[in-house]
Antibody, heavy 120, light 111 residues
Framework: QVQLQESGPGLVKPSQTLSLTCTVS??????????WSWIRQHPGKGLEWIGY???????YYNPSLKSRVTISVDTSKNQFSLKLSSVTAADTAVYYC????????????WGQGTMVTVSS | QSALTQPASVSGSPGQSITISCTGT?????????VSWYQQHPGKAPKLMIY???NRPSGVSNRFSGSKSGNTASLTISGLQAEDEADYYC???????????FGGGTKLTVL
């Protein structure tokens, strides 16, 4: 069965770039039919959709973050990645990667999440 | 402030039924059947419970059901069990540029 696993630094300095990778196992990103997404959750708060990428490389970002977000895919490694630039303390959150069905629009598989703290 | 409105908390006793509402607009909940519900236990990732308003993924108990009327979607949990105590989030596709929006979450307490 498909599993997702986030990886990356847990601490990022203000103004720097947050970089996370999601490794997909048990299935191929290139199989199509799914959007590969990033979602974050501020401490004690709700969920915020950051953006997604299709295996072809097409992307769509939350307008509130669009100027700072880049999502990319490496089909050879079966991974997709998130870069968030010019981070501030407001970007401190648990970051999840998730798979969304292209037809259902539902996030059916999630990674365990990784806590990223922005602090000097 | 979240795009979709959920009650902050609901509670019920074991065996009872509860309903969590998720109110949006005609641009999201009311306009599309792409409403989904997620269960999140403390320190865990969200888990998909309902998709496309009323469909249950394989493995999800039939005690969980979803519906929609106008701009409001609902999640009903029947036969409440202690393990159902968790946070619940709704999500919807939206025609706005945001594309996917979540509710603020509802904390379910099983008394």
């Amino acid at each position: 069965q498909v599993q997702l696993q986030e990886s990356g630094p847990g601490l990022v300095k203000p103004s720097q770039t947050l970089s996370l990778t999601c490794t997909v196992s048990g299935g191929s990103i290139s199989s199509g039919g799914y959007y590969w997404s990033w979602i974050r959750q501020h401490p004690g708060k709700g969920l915020e959709w950051i953006g997604y990428i299709y295996y072809s490389g097409s992307t769509y970002y939350n307008p509130s973050l669009k100027s700072r977000v880049t999502i990319s895919v490496d089909t050879s490694k079966n991974q997709f990645s998130l870069k968030l630039s010019s981070v501030t303390a407001a970007d401190t959150a648990v970051y999840y990667c998730a798979r969304a069905g292209k037809l259902s629009g539902a996030f059916d598989i999630w990674g365990q999440g990784t806590m990223v703290t922005v602090s000097s | 402030q979240s795009a979709l409105t959920q009650p902050a908390s609901v509670s019920g006793s074991p065996g009872q039924s509860i309903t969590i509402s998720c109110t949006g607009t005609s641009s999201d909940v009311g306009g599309y059947n792409y409403v989904s519900w997620y269960q999140q236990h403390p320190g865990k990732a969200p888990k998909l419970m309902i998709y496309e308003v009323s469909n249950r993924p394989s493995g999800v108990s039939n005690r969980f059901s979803g519906s929609k009327s106008g701009n409001t979607a609902s999640l009903t949990i029947s036969g409440l069990q202690a393990e159902d105590e968790a946070d619940y989030y709704c999500s919807s596709y939206t025609s706005s540029s945001t594309q996917w929006v979540f509710g603020g979450g509802t904390k379910l307490t099983v008394l």
